[in-house]
């Protein structure tokens, strides 16, 4: 595995890569990874001739107060694992690479990231989208990888592609679950044990409605009912958000009448974990 920091370095790499007509697949990541990452990565690998991983900690996508100076990383395990499931070049650019002093240029796509996390977040995905934009043009990927438990992020992602017409595949692989059903998240490793047994109530609540939904019900205000009366009932919970959205618009919905979104986020202590689960009747 070559490691880059430079763009430079890696755009060297890349125009070789296409000269050569190679396919390439890029995973992006903020570090700290897990399963759920590395899912990612395998599937790259079995549908690309190159795969490119990123570990970049976006400040872009951090709002005023949020997580960024603890946010996870151990860049030595990251390599390592990274290595192991047959990764080319691991990108591991400073800030300072991806945006210099005079960096003025943001990439936002309107509408889809106003609910659910941009309300909490409302300058999140604007960061995220400028630095995937980036990612995409630096790596000059043919195909790029993103976990379903960021759904809403993907959504935005998948837009941002069809409306500015980069000619790369999106891919959204499962969410990788831990056994109790918790999904796996570089934040979940923020958690005391006591917390830790309380974030599966989140799932929990996702898995109630879900089989509300799978006994009938298609009214969004009893299944958002259901989600809600399980999670108030859990004392070391806040609730940020829960919703029953459209899948494709991520607009609030009265029924289920195509494939939906449960969608939540909560406050568990000082961290705030986000899951969801399609529904499709
Ligand atoms: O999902 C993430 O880890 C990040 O939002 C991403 C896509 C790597 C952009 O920084």
């Given at each position: 595995m070559i490691k880059c920091e430079t763009i430079s370095q890696l755009r060297e790499i890349v125009n070789e890569w296409k000269q050569q007509g190679k396919r390439i697949g890029l995973v992006p990541t903020m570090g700290y990874l897990h399963e759920g990452h590395l899912s990612l990565i395998d599937y790259i690998k079995s549908h690309c001739d190159c795969v490119i991983a990123s570990v970049f900690v976006n400040p872009k996508q951090f709002g005023p107060g949020e997580d960024i100076d603890r946010y996870p990383q151990d860049f030595e395990r990251d390599m390592q694992l990274l290595q192991e499931r047959g990764v080319d070049v691991l990108f591991i650019p400073e800030s300072n690479e991806i945006y210099p002093d005079d960096y003025y240029t943001y990439v936002q796509v309107d509408e889809?990231?106003?609910?659910?996390?941009g309300r909490s977040r409302p300058t999140h995905f604007r960061g995220v989208t400028t630095i995937v934009s980036k990612l995409f043009l630096i790596t000059k990927c043919d195909v790029a990888a993103f976990g379903q438990k960021d759904y809403q992020q993907a959504v935005i992602i998948q837009r941002m592609v069809k409306d500015l017409n980069f000619d790369i595949q999106i891919i959204v692989c499962p969410t990788v679950r831990e056994e109790d059903g918790v999904a796996m998240s570089?934040?979940?490793?923020?958690?005391s044990a006591e917390e830790r047994s309380s974030a599966v109530h989140l799932y929990q609540s996702l898995k109630r409605a879900e089989n509300l939904f799978k006994s009938g019900e298609l009214h969004a205000a009893r299944l958002r009912e259901e989600m809600k009366s399980s999670l108030l009932s859990t004392p070391e919970i806040n609730v940020d958000y829960l919703e029953v959205v459209?899948?494709?618009?991520?607009q609030s919905i009265d029924?289920?009448?195509?494939?939906?979104l449960l969608a939540g986020a909560v406050w568990v202590g000082k961290t705030r974990l986000i899951d969801n689960i399609l529904i499709d009747p």
């Open positions: 889809l990231g106003k609910g659910l996390c570089s934040r979940n490793s923020y958690l459209d899948a494709e618009t991520l029924k289920v009448h195509r494939i939906t």
